[in-house]
T-cell receptor, first 111, second 109 residues
Framework: DVKVTQSSRYLVKRTGEKVFLECVQD?????MFWYRQDPGLGLRLIYF???????EKGDIPEGYSVSREKKERFSLILESASTNQTSMYLC??????????FGPGTRLTVL | GQQLNQSPQSMFIQEGEDVSMNCTSS?????WLWYKQEPGEGPVLLIA?????ELTSNGRLTAQFGITRKDSFLNISASIPSDVGIYFC?????????FGTGTSLTVIP
């Protein structure tokens, strides 16, 4: 079974803090994704990566950056957290870009 | 990115009833995926469909990839209380996945 894990289930941060969300997959997948999920807006793609050190912007990259130094790990960074970044963050991985497996999610609250 | 049209938005059904939901798009997809998400959890992949016309089952769940490649449906037979959750579809083309708005399912014992 594919396993995608995320470093935290719940996080509470203050405005202006730098926030790191980490995602690890154990299936040697090339492709990894970061989404945020908000009520009424569904899943929105922030960034994705199709190889180590490669990244592509998704639909809403503003205020975020990513890092992929190793194949199994994809990190999402909020350089200076703001209240409008309070959301559920979901990481996903994919081998051949025809199926995605999601992690359990990180519910981030920015105060 | 585009969102897929998923219906119905919500369903309240009696335990034992069958459920049907569908997704439509204006675009053609190469893959259709169906997920279930429970509160506070990540989506769990239920069924993946890779070919137009394909009909695939996973226990009491059956899904079909529409022949036009622009739609898909999911059926749940003989619903049970643990079927409660939000079901959503996803379509894949190129390196992009597009998601439906979700169907919230409530099963009344």
């Amino acid at each position: 079974d594919v396993k995608v894990t995320q470093s935290s289930r719940y996080l509470v941060k203050r405005t202006g803090e730098k926030v790191f969300l980490e995602c690890v997959q154990d299936m040697d997948h090339e492709n990894m994704f970061w989404y945020r999920q908000d009520p009424g807006l569904g899943l929105r793609l922030i960034y994705f990566s199709y190889d180590v050190k490669m990244k592509e912007k998704g639909d809403i990259p503003e205020g975020y950056s990513v890092s992929r130094e190793k194949k199994e790990r994809f990190s999402l960074i909020l350089e200076s957290a703001s209240t409008n970044q309070t959301s559920m963050y979901l990481c996903a991985s994919s081998l051949l870009l025809n199926t995605q497996y999601f992690g359990p999610g990180t519910r981030l609250t920015v105060l | 990115g585009q969102q897929l049209n998923q219906s119905p938005q919500s369903m309240f059904i009696q335990e034992g009833e069958d459920v049907s939901m569908n997704c439509t798009s204006s675009s053609i997809f190469n893959t259709w995926l169906w997920y279930k998400q429970e509160p506070g959890e990540g989506p769990v992949l239920l069924i993946a469909l890779y070919k137009a016309g394909e009909l695939t089952s996973n226990g009491r769940l059956t899904a079909q990839f529409g022949i036009t490649r622009k739609d898909s449906f999911l059926n749940i037979s003989a619903s049970i209380p643990s079927d409660v959750g939000i079901y959503f579809c996803a379509g894949q083309t190129g390196n992009q996945f597009y998601f439906g708005t979700g169907t919230s399912l409530t099963v009344i014992p």
